[in-house]
């Protein structure tokens, strides 16, 4: 596939609030555009775009939609937030469905750390015969979460610069860390499948554990769409897909998905080797760290974001400009705790970005 760019494609969730601030449910917001949808929680919403050849297209796409959603919501009083968590809120309740009644019989309370998290999916087209390198080359690029922290808040208080982050890999997949940390380099295709059927039953043995019935489990769940590590080979969509960014303003999303396109689009032509503990990408080879180097560089992109000079460094010499990207984590982070009040105001100051956002990359056009 030497000179073909692979497409991408991304999904990305937005919080819902009405002109004070507080969180209310879409309505009508989610036939605003094709690739709208609701999440499993009221208030959150999801912006898909179609695989797309170009960033370019994707740009275009993504806006597009995300400009339709905010004019409904102008009509209908609503905004869109860009923040990883809503900052504080209460109990946040789940729209119905079986295959959440499931989760939440397994994780029991810990789903409720799920419920507060809004993130960004990233799509990648599979090169085949490349999967590994680039599935090995995503799992290496984790530590780029930091590039797009949106928020450091959990029920008002400081719980770390990428919240979500935390509370997904250490607080709610605790009891099935396999489910939800990010998995170790692969040798071959083979080994994925039979990660993929061991986290199943590990799954299922929870499942029953907690008195949900097989049958259920297996007309809700199939071993793809039983796990939730960060970096995954997706047979049902053809693309290797990075779920780890937090949500955040449409331009820093798409301007990550490139980035992270970019090095999978290389990774299927360039020679990918594990060496060392650096790690670097050049326009002939990508090195990628040791994977006990990569957790740790996760580690403090969760804990310290671009505070911390080894991520810094360590993106940069993975091929990534950390001075195109604000992460809004920095800018709202502070000592708390947060009141609702201070909570419903930073949400709509978040919203009122997202929207000048919106309106300044389209009055750009596509150049």
């Given at each position: 596939?030497?000179?073909?760019s ?11 609030i009405d ?8 309505g009508?917001?989610v036939n605003?555009?094709p ?7 009221e208030?959150?919403?999801e912006?898909k775009?179609?695989p797309c ?11 597009e ?8 919501a ?7 937030v860009?923040?990883?968590?809503p ?6 309740r789940?729209?119905?469905s079986?295959?959440?009644?499931i989760?939440d ?5 810990d789903?409720e ?6 993130g960004?999916?990233?799509h990648?087209e599979q090169?085949?015969?490349?999967e590994?390198?680039q ?7 984790d ?7 949106s928020?450091p808040?959990?029920?008002?208080r ?10 997904y890999?250490?607080?709610a997949y ?7 940390r990010l998995w ?6 083979g080994?994925w499948?039979?990660r ?9 043995r ?17 071993p ?12 049902t969509?053809g693309?290797?897909e990075?779920?780890s960014p937090?949500t955040a303003?449409?331009?820093q999303?798409?301007r ?7 090095v999978a ?9 594990i060496?060392?503990d ?6 002939e ?5 040791t994977?006990?180097?990569v ?10 974001g671009l505070e ?7 993106l940069?010499?993975m091929g990534?400009?950390i001075?195109?990207?604000?992460p809004l984590?920095h800018?709202?982070?502070?000592e708390g705790?947060?009141?609702?009040e201070?909570?419903?105001i ?5 919203a009122?970005r997202?929207?000048r956002d919106?309106?300044?990359?389209q ?5």
């Amino acid at each position: 596939m030497s000179g073909k760019s692979l497409r991408r494609s991304i999904e990305v969730e937005y919080w819902v609030i009405d002109a004070d601030g507080r969180l209310v449910e879409p309505g009508d917001l989610v036939n605003a555009s094709p690739g709208v949808e609701r999440e499993f929680v009221e208030p959150l919403l999801e912006i898909k775009t179609t695989p797309c050849e170009t960033t370019r297209a994707l740009r275009r796409e993504l806006f597009e939609r995300v400009g339709a959603v905010l004019r409904e919501a102008e009509r209908s009083g609503k905004h869109l937030v860009p923040l990883a968590t809503p900052i504080r809120e209460g109990v946040i309740r789940d729209l119905p469905s079986e295959r959440t009644r499931i989760q939440d019989r397994i994780l029991g309370d810990d789903f409720e750390y799920v419920r507060h998290c809004a993130g960004t999916h990233v799509h990648v087209e599979q090169s085949p015969g490349d999967e590994i390198d680039q599935l090995n080359t995503l799992i290496a690029l984790d530590p780029a979460l930091a590039l797009v922290n949106s928020s450091p808040y959990f029920q008002g208080r400081r719980l770390a610069v990428g919240a979500r982050s935390k509370l997904y890999r250490w607080l709610a997949y605790d009891d099935l860390s396999h489910q939800g940390r990010l998995w170790r380099y692969l040798n071959e295709r083979g080994q994925w499948t039979r990660r993929l059927e061991r986290r199943y039953e590990e799954f299922e043995r929870a499942a029953r554990e907690a008195g949900v019935d097989r049958r259920a489990v297996q007309a809700n769940f199939d071993p793809e769409s039983a796990v939730w590590t960060p970096v995954q080979l997706r047979d049902t969509f053809g693309t290797v897909e990075w779920r780890s960014p937090d949500t955040a303003l449409p331009s820093q999303v798409v301007r990550l998905a490139e980035d992270v396109a970019a090095v999978a689009t290389s990774a299927a032509t360039a020679d990918v080797r594990i060496d060392g503990d650096a790690g670097r990408v050049t326009d002939e080879e990508i090195v990628l760290p040791t994977f006990d180097t990569v957790i740790e560089h996760v580690n403090t992109a969760i804990r310290e974001g671009l505070e911390s000079q080894s991520v810094r460094s360590y993106l940069e010499r993975m091929g990534f400009d950390i001075a195109a990207y604000e992460p809004l984590a920095h800018e709202i982070d502070g000592e708390g705790p947060i009141t609702p009040e201070q909570a419903r105001i930073r949400r709509l100051e978040q919203a009122d970005r997202l929207e000048r956002d919106v309106r300044q990359t389209q009055s750009l056009g596509d150049d």
